[in-house]
């Protein structure tokens, strides 16, 4: 038998692998535990800055998935310049170069700079 990938989480299907069949994304485990999410599409140097004005980075918070991150709600940076994100701010805003460009971050989530430590 041949084992084949998830292409997702790329453990093997039926032996690691826990996400659902329908495509979409697991949030917690079998015990209730939150589980962290693999992201695929953005680099995990890439700001996304959502139509409220703050600006995260993938994987850095829990509160949101890789799939809810699309137009029109969402822009993105994928190759910010270095120190881009400390810069962030009312003075200095992310302006969002793809997704929906006319999103601007002019302040930083504070789970993601928890994590990222400031």
């Known amino acids: 038998m041949k084992e084949v990938r ?3 989480c790329d453990n093997i299907i039926g032996m690691g692998c826990a996400c659902p069949p329908d495509g979409s994304v697991q949030k917690a485990d079998p015990e209730g535990r939150p589980v962290r999410q693999e992201w695929r599409r953005f680099p995990g140097n890439a700001i996304l ?3 409220n004005g703050k600006a995260h980075v993938p994987g850095a918070c829990d509160h949101m998935t890789e799939d809810e991150v699309r137009p029109p709600k ?3 940076i994928l190759e910010p310049s270095p120190g881009h994100w400390g810069r962030i701010s009312e003075v200095c805003p992310a302006i969002a170069s793809g997704g929906n460009t006319r999103l601007q ?3 930083r989530c504070m789970t993601c700079m928890g994590t990222l430590g400031g």
């Open 74 to 76: 969402w822009g993105w």
């Open 105 to 107: 971050a002019t302040s």
């Open 6 to 8: 998830c292409e997702r």
């Open 49 to 51: 800055i959502k139509q």
